[in-house]
């Protein structure tokens, strides 16, 4: 049965502290010496357990020190801007975008898959090696919901962003949560250079005249006309026909 992190700190408290119980001394010397290692233990379980509440935080172990060091990614900025990242793996990030990639919305807005931003964080961090993590509760404006993500990157904060997804009906909900991340993510990768081309205007207007056409389609069922964006290499689907 899984246990709740109250349920756990509780279990670790009782256990760390019945486990420092030694018999009485007579002796002042070894009652001095006993205090502070039963203090220190003590303490240590503690701040391993002194998590928040759920998700928003974490415990990151340092394999270069060697210890447990709290951060509490909920408010910390631990690692920010403290230096670049190797060679390697900023030449991953800021790599040229695959034009083959990139798609078109019906507005004309270009972007990036999101799965495609998370291939390239795995191929510069390696999986594992970053995460996004939540920096506050959802919150509802009328149909959009949004939430505050920062991404952490080995161990250090790189970024922070409010993702946002319309819902229509309180049973998109959970759809719209996953939506609010994903859009967080890509705002997020701004900062570490992924795809920048695709907030360049002079990048923007070549590549749509170069692969995309915007044209007059007609909605099958509505009858209903409009201009919209798609890419040469790809036709209108149901439930839209060209004019």
């Known amino acids: 049965m899984a246990l709740s992190i109250a349920q756990l700190r509780r279990a670790t408290t009782v256990r760390v502290v019945s486990s420092n119980k030694r018999p009485s001394s007579t002796s002042p010397e070894a009652n001095s010496a006993e205090a502070p290692e039963n203090g220190?233990?003590?303490?240590?379980?503690?701040?391993?357990?002194?998590?928040?509440?759920?998700?928003?935080?974490?415990?990151?172990?340092?394999?270069?020190?060697?210890?447990?060091?709290?951060?509490?990614?909920?408010?910390?900025?631990?690692?920010?801007?403290?230096?670049?990242?190797?060679?390697?793996?900023?030449?991953?990030?800021?790599?040229?975008?695959n034009e083959s990639e990139v798609e078109i919305k019906p507005d004309g807005l270009l972007y990036l898959p999101e799965i495609k931003y998370r291939r390239i964080l795995n191929r510069a961090f390696g999986p594992g090696g970053w995460g996004l993590v939540p920096r506050g509760a959802h919150s509802v404006s009328g149909r959009t919901l949004s939430r505050e993500y920062a991404l952490i990157c080995l161990g250090r904060f790189i970024s922070q962003?409010?993702?946002?997804?319309?819902?229509?009906?309180?049973?998109?909900?959970?759809?719209?949560?996953?939506?609010?991340?994903?859009?967080?993510?890509?705002?997020?990768?701004?900062?570490?250079?992924?795809?920048?081309?695709?907030?360049?205007?002079?990048?923007?207007?070549?590549?749509?005249?170069?692969?995309?056409?915007?044209?007059?389609?007609?909605?099958?069922?509505?009858?209903?006309?409009?201009?919209?964006?798609?890419?040469?290499?790809?036709?209108?689907?149901?439930?839209?026909?060209?004019q």
């Open 40 to 97: 220190k233990t003590e303490k240590t379980a503690q701040q391993a357990f002194n998590e928040p509440t759920g998700d928003l935080a974490t415990s990151l172990f340092n394999p270069s020190e060697g210890y447990l060091q709290d951060s509490h990614w909920s408010t910390s900025f631990q690692g920010m801007a403290t230096e670049p990242f190797e060679q390697r793996i900023s030449d991953a990030l800021m790599a040229p975008i």
């Open 161 to 242: 962003a409010r993702g946002e997804q319309d819902y229509f009906d309180d049973s998109g909900l959970a759809t719209a949560t996953e939506g609010c991340k994903s859009n967080a993510l890509v705002r997020c990768c701004k900062d570490l250079g992924i795809a920048s081309e695709l907030w360049d205007p002079a990048f923007i207007s070549t590549f749509k005249a170069k692969y995309c056409v915007e044209e007059w389609v007609t909605h099958a069922v509505r009858g209903s006309k409009k201009r919209m964006w798609r890419l040469k290499s790809r036709q209108w689907e149901y439930p839209w026909k060209k």
